[in-house]
């Protein structure tokens, strides 16, 4: 089981680098994913801005939420729980962010990213990060 992070989720489904390549790779070796329910809105947003500032091609942007939308991720939303963890780690790192740790640690999942300073938070919290290389 893994959270998977919007940044994650948009190097798979948009990028031939080496980056979209390793975060595929991570993605198929485990079938569960759990993400807070604003992580597809984050894709969505980013595949926007990136079609705005001409970085994308609006038909692949069509092509990569049609791929979002179908995959299979369970969507966790907001209970007191997980706001509690979240507002826990308002020193560190914003609430959208930290909403992928909470839910990481709640669940005792690995939470993939390409972020540092995400993954820097979540460590001593003692939930594994993983990310893709």
């Not at 989720?9 to 070796?29: I, K, N």
């Not at 990136?50 to 069509?62: F, H």
């Not at 709640?106 to 893709?132: E, I, M, N």
């Amino acid at each position: 089981m893994i959270v998977v992070d919007a940044n994650v989720m948009v190097f798979a489904l948009a990028s031939d680098d080496p980056a979209g390549e390793a975060a595929r790779g991570v993605l198929a070796a485990d079938p569960l994913w759990l993400a807070p329910t604003h992580m597809p809105i984050e894709v969505m947003r980013t595949f926007w801005r990136k079609v705005i500032g001409r970085q994308l091609d609006a038909a692949d942007a069509e092509i990569y939420v049609s791929a979002l939308l179908d995959t299979e991720v369970t969507y966790h939303g907001v209970d007191a729980g997980l706001l509690a963890a979240i507002w826990r780690l308002r020193h560190h790192i914003s609430a959208y962010d930290a909403a992928y740790v909470a839910l990481a640690e709640a669940y005792g999942a690995a939470l993939v990213t390409f972020d540092q300073r995400l993954a820097k938070a979540a460590s001593p919290l003692g939930v594994s990060v993983v990310v893709p290389a």
